[in-house]
């Protein structure tokens, strides 16, 4: 079983920043992806970013520029680098791992960008 625990969230203003973490019960380098989903009042949970474990990145475009994924393997830590927020930023945002094919969910953390 892994577990995934976020933390890292809160309220910003506009422009501001924040850094999610999400540390891991196992070896980073064993899941075979991680990634970062967000999920909005009355929609649905989106991929915001992703990390395969040969550290290549991915992105949804409206994040792009301004969030940046990244781990630290000894600390079996991922990251999420939040700038330039916008008020659509606004979501709850999940912590995932992918390990034999299986997929792991941490308990999600608010993160609220106000006008």
């Known amino acids: 079983q892994v577990q995934l625990v976020e933390s890292g969230g809160g309220l910003v203003q506009t422009g501001g920043s924040l850094r999610l973490s999400c540390a891991t019960s196992g070896t980073i380098l064993s899941f075979n992806s991680m990634g970062w989903y967000r999920q909005a009042p009355g929609k649905e949970r989106q991929l915001v970013a992703d990390?395969?474990?040969?550290?290549?990145?991915g992105y949804v475009s409206s994040v792009k520029g301004r969030f940046t994924i990244s781990r630290d393997n000894a600390k079996n830590t991922m990251y999420l680098q939040m700038n330039s927020l916008k008020p659509e930023d606004t979501a709850v945002y999940y912590c995932?791992?992918?390990?034999?094919?299986?997929?792991?969910w941490g308990q999600g953390t608010q993160v609220t960008v106000s006008s």
């Open positions: 995932n791992a992918v390990y034999y094919g299986v997929r792991f």
């Open positions: 990390i395969t474990s040969s550290g290549d990145t």
